[in-house]
């Protein structure tokens, strides 16, 4: 549908750059404005439904596991990096800046820093601890970052796309058509703060945890957190 749109915005601006005969007038074949433009505005143009394609899927323990699971031999890295995301919240782009000097002692905290919505946080690693220290150790001047990469590049598409095998690996994806239930990197996070919310209740820690500007965001995982008790058998006092 947007393809035959921009295809007719097209003729449409083309006319009215154009005239109709140019020895004759230099009046546009048309005038006005274009009436297949993209618009939120009611009274002209062509007003696209408002689609909500946030992402609605989370992940009990068990699937983590399985997705876990999927990452080795192959990806070690990968699989740190699923860990981390997991245990901490973090987006892609947050796990690709980790260098050493962001984790504190033994790993009992983690600080997360230049993010997307400007705001610097401190999370706290469980489960990922050992790991990051150990990844920190064997960090150098040359390489300070924790997952550098094959090559050294930190390259998120990449960490996308093997991530994608890695879940076609662990059958968390088969038979799921809705790209909104898709299993993507980013489903680590919404599992983090889902998880987060049914052990504490308290919306405001995951606001800053998370690193949001405003609860608008963050409210959403009070239904998911609703959805995932109901999936593992749990209250919402369920354990991580």
Known sequence: MLQCLALVRQIFNYARETPFDSAVSQEPMFTGANPAK????KGYGVRMPVIDNARLRVLTPAEFAQLLAAALPDYPEQHDMIL???????????LLALTAQHVVGEGESLHVVDTKGGRNRVVFPKLS??????????ATAESPYLF?????SRDGGAFTRVFKRIAARSGLNDGVTDPRFRITPHTLRHTYATMLYMETHDLYLVLRRLGHADFSTTRKYVHLAEELATRMGATLTGQR
């Open 84 to 94: 981390v995301a997991y245990d901490c919240g973090l987006r892609r782009s947050e």
């Open 129 to 138: 601890r050992e790991m990051l220290v150990r990844r920190a150790r064997a």
């Open 148 to 152: 550098p990469g094959r090559d050294g």
């Open 38 to 41: 993209l618009t939120r505005r």
